[in-house]
């Protein structure tokens, strides 16, 4: 239980430190940051979308323009705390089932089902249209490489027997970049629960492979590769969608150095998280 606390809450507790210093940065003399309007920020913009895909089209406006930069600043947040520990070949989050035939625009529905995540992490709603892989419907997941210079392949998969139990066989390569982006993924599943249709492999600039196939515990959790002394491999950052009793203290200016040694202390091996220290 220990483990699990720490490494779901650590994350949590670097993206508010992170944000700091972002916030810390920010001021009325900085340069407005230069945004890409050529459909590379293409937006998930519900009505203005696509029927379909409900993805819209970037027109680069004042406001889709203050819209796209935050959505960048979340996705630089997110690498940030990644860079934390070397472990990490990306990041994932659990988005929710989405039933086959709805035709709800699929911001309206990332809103609806993952409000909290989709707001502190507004770069869900910029992914476009080709980085949105699988039949539209069924498990929906958001796949973040480590950084810009790791690799992403993600392959269709069938289950068969092959003498010593069931395996998955990678088949229909659905998306794959040496310098990988963002993905959605919608992941269903042949005869059980345990059989996804879909293989996730990252491999990052010093050569770290992880392999995944797509699963959820009993509570919508990933479960993730892991690595030596059971580290995971993969960063849950939909953890940041529902952890709200620490987003603002009342006496945040002096809990802000405590968290700060905190995360010190978490990378430099800390075994025991007592999250009541953080705010008493």
């Given amino acids: ?23 810390a940065c920010g001021g009325k003399d900085t340069p407005p940051v230069e945004t890409e309007t050529d459909g590379a920020m293409g937006t998930l913009s519900g009505s203005k979308g696509e029927k379909d895909s409900g993805v819209g089209v970037f ?27 070397d472990r990490y070949a990306g990041a994932v989050a659990y988005l929710g089932y989405r ?3 709805d035709s709800t625009p699929l ?3 990332l809103v609806e089902n993952c409000a909290g995540l989709v ?3 507004p770069f869900l709603l910029h992914i476009p249209a080709e980085r949105i892989l699988g039949a539209g419907w069924g498990d929906l997941f958001c796949i973040v490489p480590r950084d810009e210079n790791t690799s992403l392949a993600v392959n269709h998969v069938t289950w068969e027997s092959l003498g010593n139990g ?9 998306y794959r970049e040496e310098c990988a982006q963002p993905v959605l993924i919608f992941v269903n599943y042949e005869q059980w629960r345990d059989e996804p ?18 699963l959820t515990d009993e509570y919508g959790i990933p479960i993730v590769p892991t690595g030596e002394d059971y580290i995971p491999m993969l960063m ?22 405590r968290l700060v040694a905190t995360a010190h202390r978490l990378g430099a091996g800390l075994h025991k998280l007592d999250l009541r220290a953080l705010v008493h």
């Fill in 1 to 23: 239980m220990k483990n699990l606390l720490r490494r779901r809450f650590l994350p949590a507790i670097l993206c508010m430190v992170l944000a700091l210093g972002l916030s």
């Fill in 59 to 85: 027109s680069g406006s004042g406001e889709e323009i203050a819209e796209a930069e935050l959505a960048e600043e979340s996705l630089n947040l997110l690498y940030d705390v990644m860079a934390y520990d």
């Fill in 99 to 101: 039933k086959q035939g």
């Fill in 107 to 109: 911001s309206d529905w």
């Fill in 119 to 121: 707001e502190a992490m």
């Fill in 166 to 174: 069931v395996w998955p066989v990678p088949g229909e390569v659905l």
């Fill in 197 to 214: 249709d879909t293989e996730i492999v990252l491999v990052t600039n010093d050569g770290v492979e992880v392999k995944w196939i797509p």
């Fill in 236 to 257: 849950d950052f939909g953890i940041w969608g529902y952890v709200t009793g620490l987003d603002y203290p009342e006496d945040w200016g002096a809990v802000r150095g």
